[in-house]
Each structure stands twice: as C-alpha cells, then as structure tokens.
C-alpha cells in the first residue's frame, strides 16, 4: 500500500501544475455535479479527503457554504500546495496529508466527508469506507463522486489504467453500495449517469445513530 500511495504522490506532483487546464472539462463538469448534490449546514465539521488543488473549497467559499471547519486532506505536496495558495488564508481551513486509507484515531469528528474524483486512486477502499465510519459523528454522512466501472467504461478504464502511472482501482456502483453498507453507512441517495466516454456515480450515506 506505501507503494501505491508513493506512485500517486508522485504521479500528481508532477501534474499538479498543468492539472486544472489538463482537465478543465472533466473538472467543470464533475465539481457542478458535486456541488448540485452535498449539502454543508451550519458549523458543519467537514473534511475533503483528496482536496487536490482546492476547486471544491474555493466554490464552497464563494457560495458562502456554512461549515465550521474545513479539513483539506491530500497525499500529494504539490496540489496541497496550490490549494494552500487559493484558499489558505481562510481562518476556518486547516491542512493535513493522511492516505485516506491511513486515517490516525479521530480526535473531533466530523459531520460531512467530501471524497470528489479520488476514491478509484485508493488502495485499501474497504479501510477507507470503514475510516468514513469511524470518522463521522452519528448522523454525519459521506459523500462521494467517482467513476462508475460499468458497461462500456469497463474497456475505457482498462485503457487508462494502462496508461497512467497512479494506481487506478474503479469500483460498480453496486461494488460501491456493498462496501459502503459493509462498513456500517446507510445509503440515502445515489446517481449514475454518462458524461462522454466516462460513467459516474454520486453516493451519499449516512452514520446512522443508535436511536434512528
Ligand atoms: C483527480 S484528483 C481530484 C482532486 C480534487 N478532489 C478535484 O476534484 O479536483 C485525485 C487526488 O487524489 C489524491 N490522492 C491520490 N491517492 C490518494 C490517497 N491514497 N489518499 C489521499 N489522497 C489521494 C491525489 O493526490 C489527487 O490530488
């Protein structure tokens, strides 16, 4: 698993500076999508867990979303570092760089996690959904936003897979949906749709309370 995540640090180091025009639309497209569905309500503790150059954060900002705190999490120096240029100066944002899948033991809880274009490049996913567990105060939720594994994307993101040096490892929706359960999390809404030759999914779950 080090490897993997040294790969992926590696990978978007180098990237980091070209990222955002590189992907322009991917990103347009993916962070509307994101935006359209999460809620953040008021004093909300919120983490991102792969905040790569900080687009979802500064959108948050400029829409004045009403968290309490911000957690910007990356394993990557070079996006974190863009992201601390953009939106560093904001007193309700902190910065840490975890593994998403090597979460220390929370000392706060948090309300929302956001995991937007970032849970495919995770190696050990089954640990990461029981991080969101363990993470979130009862009744915080997850969301998430990634690529969907299914019908002709298959063949798709075997190509990508060839050809990009981070580690790419794509789950179903269905996949998705029996990791997140396994792990304790109440579904309470998901979406699948195509945007061009990629296929995506939006989930959001929930840490159910005892007394739910
Ligand atoms: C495609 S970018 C998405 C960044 C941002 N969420 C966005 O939508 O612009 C994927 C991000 O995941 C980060 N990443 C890759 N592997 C990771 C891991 N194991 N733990 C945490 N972050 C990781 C990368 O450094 C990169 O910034």
């Known amino acids: 698993m080090v490897i993997l ?31 359209r569905r999460i809620e953040v309500r008021k004093a909300d503790r919120v983490l991102d867990i792969s905040c790569g150059t900080g687009l979802l954060a500064e959108e948050l900002i400029k829409r004045n979303a009403p968290f309490g705190e911000l957690v910007l999490n990356d ?10 240029q953009r939106v560093g100066e904001h007193p309700n944002i902190n910065f ?7 979460f220390p033991e929370p000392a706060q809880l948090f309300d929302l996690i956001l995991c937007l274009n970032a849970f495919h490049h995770y190696g050990n996913q089954k640990q990461v959904v029981e991080h969101f567990h363990t993470h979130l105060k009862p009744g915080g939720r997850v969301c ?9 994307f298959r063949p798709v993101n075997k190509i ?11 789950r179903s929706d269905r996949e998705m949906k029996a990791l997140l359960t396994q ?30």
Do not use: C
């Open 5 to 35: 995540v040294t790969h992926n640090r590696h990978s978007y180091n180098r990237q980091a500076a070209g990222y955002e025009k590189r992907w322009k639309a991917y990103l347009d497209h993916t962070h509307k999508e994101f935006l």
């Open 75 to 84: 394993i990557s120096e070079e996006m974190i570092a863009i992201a601390r």
């Open 96 to 102: 840490i760089d975890y593994p998403a899948d090597q």
């Open 144 to 152: 998430i936003l990634d690529w969907n594994r299914i019908g002709l």
């Open 160 to 170: 990508i897979n060839w050809i990009t040096p981070e580690h790419i490892e794509t």
């Open 183 to 212: 792990a304790g999390l109440t579904i309470q809404s998901l979406d699948i749709w195509p945007f061009r030759y990629w296929r995506f999914f939006y989930f959001e779950a929930k840490r159910i309370t005892n007394i739910e």
